[in-house]
């Protein structure tokens, strides 16, 4: 299928790895882009190309991606990273368009 | 530093029309396709519509097709989308957004509403 699939949510302690993935049938042939979602806000790119960090995502942000999952990495979780973290991915195999996966809401404990 | 302007939301009763614009600066428009991608409230984000550089290639979703239509103007840095025939499943915040570096505005509400 040319759907996203995300985990709902993910939990982890202040200082621990946070690992978020995404699924679909389009990864190994698309890139895939990670975006956070805070409250009342717009999503933020984080992660563009599978592994590129664009100049304002902090250090501890990182991307892979491997056959049909992509991972968004979170290492030395923070407080301020809670959030909705989106992945988008696209399909062109018969018309061109975007697609995003469901989403996963991170809960720092 | 890319600032992306939406305008044009409001409250509409089903089966009205809408138009949504959006003002870009900060980079050269004319080389960057642009897309609307809508959020429908406690839902993901949803793409709508992508128009290339020079307007003459415009994608759709599914959800949107035939309903909608996506417009720009290089000449003004601007980027509309009319939307039409809307539904109560329409409701959502617009937000434009640059092709390729995935800039997103801050969005404007659209709410369908009898």
């Known amino acids: 299928s040319y759907e996203l699939t995300q985990p709902p949510s993910v939990s982890v302690s202040p200082g621990q790895t946070a690992e978020i993935t995404c699924s679909g049938d389009v990864l190994p042939s698309q890139y895939a882009y990670w975006y956070q979602q805070k409250p009342g806000q717009a999503p933020v790119l984080m992660i563009y190309?599978?592994?590129q960090r664009p100049s304002g995502t902090p250090g501890r942000f990182s991307g892979s991606s491997s056959g049909t999952t992509a991972t968004l990495t979170i290492s030395g979780v923070q407080a301020e990273d809670e959030a909705d973290y989106y992945c988008q991915s696209a399909n062109s195999t018969t018309s061109y368009r975007v697609i995003f996966g469901g989403g996963t809401r991170l809960t720092v404990l | 530093q890319v600032q992306l302007v939406e305008s044009g939301g409001g409250v509409v009763q089903p089966g009205r029309s809408l138009r949504l614009s959006c003002a870009a600066s900060g980079f050269t428009f004319s080389s960057y396709g642009m897309h609307w991608v809508r959020q429908a409230p406690g839902k993901g984000p949803e793409w709508v519509a992508l128009?290339?550089?020079?307007?003459?290639?415009?994608f759709f979703a599914d959800a949107v097709k035939g309903r909608i239509t996506i417009s720009r103007d290089n000449s003004k840095n601007t980027v509309a989308l009319q939307m039409n025939s809307l539904r109560v499943e329409d409701t959502a915040v617009y937000y434009c957004a640059r092709d390729g570096d995935w800039d997103w505005g801050q969005g404007t509400q659209v709410t369908v509403s009898s």
């Open positions: 128009i290339s550089k020079d307007g003459s290639h415009k």
């Open positions: 190309h599978d592994i």
